[in-house]
Every structure is written in C-alpha cells, then in structure tokens.
C-alpha cells in the first residue's frame, strides 16, 4: 500500500495545479476499504511524496508543481538553466529526505510537549509570525527591495478580496458572486507561474535549457559536498520547517517561504540567490518535508489540524476509530507506533522513488515545446478547475497569468506576490480577532511573553535597516 501511494503521490505531485491537499482527498474514498494502519500509512506517503513530487516541474519547467514547492522554483530553475538540473533535483530530493526524516523523529518523541507549545500560540502570535513571514518579500527579491515591497502590497490586495472578516461586506468583488469567498491560491499561483512562462515562450521564443540537449547525468553526484557545506542549513531547515508546521494553519508551504528567506538573510553569499545558488534549495526542500511530521503533532495530540492535510487526516482517523487526543496514546499505542513509522518508511522510500521520478522526468524535456506548451496549459486549466469546478477560476488564472508575465516584464517579482496571498488572510484575520479581544489596545500585542518576542523580532527587522542605512547616508553627508 505504501509504494502503491507513494506512485500517486508523485504523479499527482508532479503535474501544476494538482496539490498534496487533492492527492490526499482523492485517497480518502479508497481508505474506506482498508484497515486503519494501511490507511493512515496510505495518506501519510502519499503527501511526502506529492511535496517532493513538486519540485520536478519547478526545476526543469518554472512551474511549481505544489504550493510547497514555489518559494524556490526560480531557483531551482535558474540551475537548470545553467544545465545544473541535476545539481536541483538531487539537492531538493535528499534535503526532502533528511527533514523528512527530521519531522518524523520530532513527531513521535516530542509530540506532546510541542502541542502543548503550539497551544500558547493566540491570535497575537500568529499575526506577527505572518508579519515575520512577510518580511521573507523583501529578502526573496534578488533585484530591488522597493519593487519586492510593491509586489508584495499587490499580493495582500488581492488576498482581502471577498467576504470582510468582520463586516460580512464583499469587498472588490467587482459584482461577481464567484470573488465573495476570495481568490483561490492554486489558480493564482498557476496563473502567474505557469501561464506567464508560456508567455513568455510564445513571445520570446526562449531556448531550452541546456539539460535538454544531453540525458541527465548522476543527480548524487556533488551531493555529499554540498551537504557538508551546508549541512548547518539543512538542520534549520528542518527544525525551523517542523516548527512551523506545529503552528495550526501555516504548514509546508509557509515553512518553505520563510527558511528560504532566512537563507538568503544569514547567507555568506547572498548575491547568488535568484541566479542558480544551491543553498536557498537546502533549507526550503528541507523545512517543507520537515512541516509534515510537525503538523501531525497537533493532529494527533489535540485534534487540531495543522495544515489543510491534517485537516483530512482527522477526518480518516475519527473513521478508522483513532480519536485523536491525548488518549489515543494510552488506549491504542500500536497504532500510534504504526503511524510513526510509516512516516518513516515513507521517507526511506522518497530516495528510491524520487530518483526513478527525476530520471523518468527527463522524457518532459524531449518533447517539442510546440507540443509542451499547450499541454502544460491543458494541466493548467485541469488544475485550477479541479479545485472548486468553477470555470471562473480558469479565467482568473488566465488574467493573472497575463498580469504575472507583464511583472516580470517590468522587473516586478512575482514570488512576493504569492507569498502576499498566502499570508494576507492570516494576518488580518489575527489582526482583527486581536483588536477585538483587546479593545482597540496595541498594547495588548507584546503583552504575552511569546508574542512580545516575537513582535520585537519583527520590528527590529523591519527598521533596523532602514535606521541604518540612514545613519550611512547621513555620516556620507557630513563626510
């Protein structure tokens, strides 16, 4: 059952628009026939592999195969431009392994004493950890700050179409019912990844990359190297990944964004990141397979959900007769052990499968782009309409997809952009829910011990460099 999943997962992984989140629904109906381990081993392979499976189509396409795998899809393809695919592949497929590993080993000896930190977390926590992940806008554009901050606006724009928090209001629907639950993540992210890069093919004409013109060569090879120097990136990756999918709603993809921020923020080489530098790919492949195992913790301890994933989880575990809570672990503890490892297989399984999968992967490169092109597009449309079966969100895509490629036209970064929609709604739902609770109080912001570090980190963040740089151009000015 596992390897079987496995192979689902990195089809479904694999192809634009397609998420973890529906290779896991999809699997739902079939664990109605199975008993509860095989069920359970089912869903939890099934995500491992459809979060590595996204890197492949990110890497050698410029399209993120998954949510998870966006933060760094520019970088990965930036290598295999410079006929590094396999320096991507290989780098995403054992910093995968390795967090997942990670995750694993923190869910099933600290589960308990993480939920119960993970429960500390009130809506001022969550607000100025989505205020924390906003800043990763700024790091990720590689060009100019100011024009990362302006993508980075347009992004939570588009994330407060819909229905107000608090009033109930449709705000910038524009009159179509369709926007009043807001705009779907996965079209747009097709949209401005997939749909502009045809466009940009159609109108440039652009070469393939040099991978294409050769097989792949060895995706080990180089691997231990670049491990050993950055094997201190690789333990970020993964703790920082399983802590943030602790924390109930954020999960893999959140994870990816910030580490690979922090990346580029304590890197040595910070210049290299957008042009093909491996150690962005180290810590984000790392914290997204890491965000797995930790958001089981909160799922298995307290029934609380950690991403959308666990959110089905729950579900199939309530079917199976596993209530999650803190009694699960006393009345059914085989079960539990079960669970942990095939967690664990499961990602002693990615090396061999997600090896076979990159070297399958090379027959996309050999087809025409004459024939890729609309055949990706076909994916595209597939995608965005599977998640809500609206035809309305194809046509968002399609706009956003045009809006995306004269971005980027213009030096406009897109990856802001998405990170803007993903976080938007985080921090005003928590921001609105704050003021609430505290009547108007800023105050009551740094008033929890968790949240003043937290929102202290955030500032300093925020106006230390700008203190700075003024401080420098005023010290010049004396000069």
């Not at 962005?280 to 914290?287: H, K, M, Q």
């Not at 076979?356 to 309409?385: D, E, K, Y």
């Not at 109080?441 to 968790?450: A, G």
Request: charged share 10%; hydrophobic share 55%.
């Amino acid at each position: 059952m596992i390897v079987c999943s496995a192979t689902f997962g990195l089809f479904v992984g694999a192809i634009p628009g397609l998420t973890a989140t529906m290779a896991t629904a999809l699997l739902v109906p079939v664990t109605f026939f199975m008993d509860p381990i095989p069920a359970i081993s089912a869903i939890a392979t099934c995500t491992a592999m459809a979060i590595f499976a996204g890197d492949i189509p990110g890497a050698l396409l410029r399209i993120p195969g998954t949510p998870a795998s966006a933060a760094y899809t520019d970088e990965a393809y930036a290598l295999t431009r410079k006929g590094q695919a396999e320096k991507a592949l290989g780098t995403g497929l054992i910093c995968s392994m390795l967090g997942g590993l990670f995750g694993v080993v923190v869910l099933a000896t600290s589960a308990p004493a993480l939920a119960d930190f993970a429960l500390n977390f009130s809506s001022y926590e969550f607000f100025w950890l989505a205020c924390l992940g906003l800043t990763c806008a700024v790091v990720i554009s590689s060009e100019s700050a100011v024009k990362g901050v302006v993508s980075l606006f347009l992004g939570l724009f588009i994330s407060t179409i819909g229905m107000g928090v608090v009033t109930g209001y449709p705000r910038f629907t524009m009159g179509f019912t369709d926007l009043m639950g807001g705009v779907s993540f996965i079209p747009a992210m097709v949209g401005m990844f997939a749909i502009s890069e045809v466009l940009r093919y159609t109108v440039r004409m652009i070469p393939r990359p040099v991978i294409e013109q050769r097989r792949f060569g060895n995706v080990f090879k180089g691997i231990a190297g670049t491990l050993r120097t950055y094997k201190l990136n690789v333990l970020r990756g993964s703790v920082v990944g399983t802590l943030v999918g602790i924390l109930p709603g954020a999960g893999g993809d959140i994870a990816a964004w910030v580490c690979y921020g922090m990346s580029k923020r304590f890197s040595k080489e910070p210049e290299k990141f957008g042009t093909g530098h491996v150690e962005g790919l180290v810590d984000a492949s790392s914290a997204n397979n890491a965000a797995l195992g930790g958001a089981w913790v909160p799922a298995m301890v307290f029934g609380i959900p950690g991403d959308s994933i666990t959110a089905i989880v729950i579900g199939v575990l309530y079917m199976k007769d596993m209530n999650p809570g803190p009694t699960v672990f006393i009345e059914r503890p085989h079960m539990v052990n079960s669970v942990f490892l095939a967690f664990f297989l499961a990602n002693l399984l990615l090396l061999p499968l997600g090896f076979l999968a990159i070297r399958l992967s090379r027959q996309i490169l050999r087809i025409p782009h004459a024939v890729l092109m609309p055949i990706i597009m076909l994916f595209c449309v597939v995608g965005s309409f599977a998640i809500n079966n609206s035809s309305f969100d194809v046509m968002l895509m399609l706009i956003l997809g045009v809006m995306a490629f004269i971005m980027e036209e213009n030096g406009f970064p897109i990856a802001p952009v998405i990170l803007g929609i993903v976080l938007g709604v985080m921090v005003e739902d928590n921001f609105i829910t704050s003021m609430i609770k505290s009547d108007g109080s800023f105050l009551t912001f740094f008033e929890r011990p968790i949240a003043a570090v937290l929102g202290v980190t955030t500032l300093l963040i925020w106006f230390v460099p700008m203190g700075l740089q003024l401080y420098r151009r005023k010290k010049t000015a004396k000069a």
